[in-house]
């Protein structure tokens, strides 16, 4: 059974920083594409980044410069740092294996003053 358990989503002031971690279980990071997806209210969900396998990373122009993506494989878990953030990455936060359709519940990121 696929789990992915976000965390670290928090109300942060405009300018502040976030980690976002997916720990994974049931299947190994390190041999699938990885990503974050997010939700704004009354949006479509959004392909933010994500990391292949080999490593390579990709970034939806919003948030390249701001945002990075990595991986940790000894500990099955992705990460996401979120630096400078503005108040329109306010959204629900989803990790997905890509290629496999496994989403997780999601966390809540807030920027607000």
């Known amino acids: 059974q696929v789990q992915l358990v976000e965390s670290g989503g928090d109300l942060v002031q405009p300018g502040g920083s976030l980690r976002l971690s997916c720990a994974a279980s049931?299947?190994?990071?390190?041999?699938?594409?990885m990503a974050w997806y997010r939700q704004a209210p009354g949006k479509q969900r959004e392909l933010v980044a994500s990391?292949?396998?080999?490593?390579?990373?990709n970034y939806a122009e919003s948030v390249k410069g701001r945002f990075t993506i990595s991986r940790v494989n000894a500990k099955n878990t992705v990460y996401l740092q979120m630096n400078s953030l503005k108040p329109e990455d306010t959204a629900v936060y989803y990790c997905?294996?890509?290629?496999?359709?496994?989403w997780g519940q999601g966390t809540q990121v807030t920027v607000s003053s």
């Open positions: 997905y294996v890509m290629h496999r359709g496994y």
């Open positions: 049931g299947i190994m990071i390190s041999a699938n594409a």
């Open positions: 990391i292949t396998s080999g490593g390579r990373t």
